[in-house]
């Protein structure tokens, strides 16, 4: 069997390969999307919250107290959003770093099964020109001819 026959399967694990980790690079993004998205209506939540106050009526001092509280909660909220968004956005360069790992092999991969293509080719080549330079040789020798 030829060396790029022999690394056919080497080169469809490394393309099954890559084609998980772009999947994960996908999923990865959703992620992404859908936490900047949370705290993106987090922000927006808060800045309408503090303008229904200012709006309204006077508060009491115990309205200003739970509203003072609340908005307290909010940016703590907002704030670990604003990590958990860090943290997705860290796990999307990991899974992009995996995929270029993954598509640096397999182009390597291909790269090497046709240059040994190549070189069966030009193996292939001398072999069929000898066998043709002989054909005259064995024809004189023989008597015998031969059909390609």
């Not at 772009?22 to 999923?27: H, I, L, Q, W, Y």
Request: hydrophobic share 35%; net charge neutral; charged share 30%.
């Amino acid at each position: 069997m030829k060396k790029s026959k022999r690394l056919l399967p080497v080169q469809k694990l490394n393309k099954m390969r890559e084609d998980d980790a772009a999947k994960m690079v996908g999923f990865a993004r959703q992620e992404v999307i859908k936490q900047e998205e949370q705290l993106q209506g987090l922000i927006q939540y808060r800045e309408e919250y503090q303008a229904s106050i200012t709006v309204g009526s006077s508060p009491t001092g115990q309205q200003l107290q739970d509203f003072h509280s609340f908005l307290i909660s909010l940016n703590i909220a907002i704030d670990q959003q604003e990590s958990k968004l860090l943290e997705v956005r860290g796990q999307l360069e990991d899974t992009i770093n995996q995929w270029e790992k993954a598509h640096g092999k397999l182009k390597v991969m291909s790269k090497l099964i046709t240059r040994y293509e190549a070189e069966e080719d030009v193996c292939e080549n001398r072999n069929e020109q000898k066998i043709i330079d002989d054909l005259p040789k064995r024809d004189k020798a023989g008597g015998q001819q031969f059909k390609l």
